[in-house]
């Protein structure tokens, strides 16, 4: 039995990876700030979704996530580290560091809080994975080429949060060598947090987080991938 936890899997990309990853097997802990959400969506999803409350931002709720794995299943197999928040596109001047450190709160730190917790209970599997939702809009490669699309999108908090994001994954990998470590960019998807203004259904855009989340030990680690292949760091 596979066993993996999606972090903000109550909806949007973290929701369809869940039901992709259920099709392939898995057994899917939804990770879910708010438990009356996360039933909800288990509910729809069926046999073998369970939800597990962790607000990511909240270091009690992270410690609780890992007890009650750690009593319940005992190890995980793979960990998809996908709750994220946009924050504002705030115009750069009227950004302060508190409006960036918000967003770093979840989409950075959270990933912190929430692997070390799970790294012991992932050490106990045979094939370890974790894949990490990031985004192209963290690429720094991407965001200095005039000729890229998005280039021309200029605001600190989520994209920042991204790039950390990306270069976290990296150290995690060498760290963790027995881990396969990666992080993903599932490309622009209709979800609430772009208002459904995303181009490509959550189908598609999950495909990459599961296509990352199935790799076995001799995959790839330290890779950094959208649904078309490799992207500049
Ligand atoms: P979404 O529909 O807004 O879903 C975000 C999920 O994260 C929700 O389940 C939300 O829970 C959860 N979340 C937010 N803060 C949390 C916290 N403190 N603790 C636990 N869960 C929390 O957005 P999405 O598009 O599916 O985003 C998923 C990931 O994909 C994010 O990391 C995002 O940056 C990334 N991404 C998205 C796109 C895109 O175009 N959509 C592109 C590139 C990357 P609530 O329902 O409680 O708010």
């Known amino acids: 039995m596979t066993v993996t936890l999606i972090t903000g899997a109550n909806k949007g990309l973290g929701l369809e990876a869940a039901r992709q990853l259920l099709l392939a097997g898995h057994t899917v802990y939804l990770g879910a700030r708010d438990p009356a959400k996360g039933s909800e969506a288990a509910d729809r999803l069926g046999a073998g979704a369970r939800v597990l409350p962790l607000d990511v931002t909240d270091d009690e709720s992270v410690a609780a996530a890992a007890s009650e ?31 960036v450190a918000r967003v770093f709160d979840t989409n950075l730190f959270g990933v912190v809080r929430v692997t070390q917790a799970m790294v012991p209970l992932l050490q106990r599997s045979d094939a370890p994975v974790i894949v990490n939702v990031s985004s192209g809009l963290g690429s720094i490669g991407m965001a200095a080429d005039p000729e890229r699309e998005w280039s021309g999108l200029v605001s600190i908090p989520y994209t920042t949060s991204k790039s ?69 760091w």
């Open 69 to 99: 794995l750690a009593a319940t299943v005992g190890h995980l197999d793979v960990l998809v580290n996908n709750a994220g928040i946009s924050g504002d596109w705030l115009q750069v001047a009227d950004t302060s560091a508190g409006d």
């Open 164 to 232: 950390a994001l990306n270069m976290l994954t990296v150290q995690y990998a060498k760290a963790y060598p027995e881990i396969r470590v990666n992080v993903v960019d599932p490309g622009y998807t209709a979800t609430d947090l772009n208002y459904n203004t995303g181009t490509q259904t959550v189908e598609e855009g999950a495909a990459v987080i599961v296509r990352m989340a199935c790799v076995g030990p001799d995959g790839p680690t330290a890779t950094y991938v959208g649904n078309e292949g490799p992207l500049p």
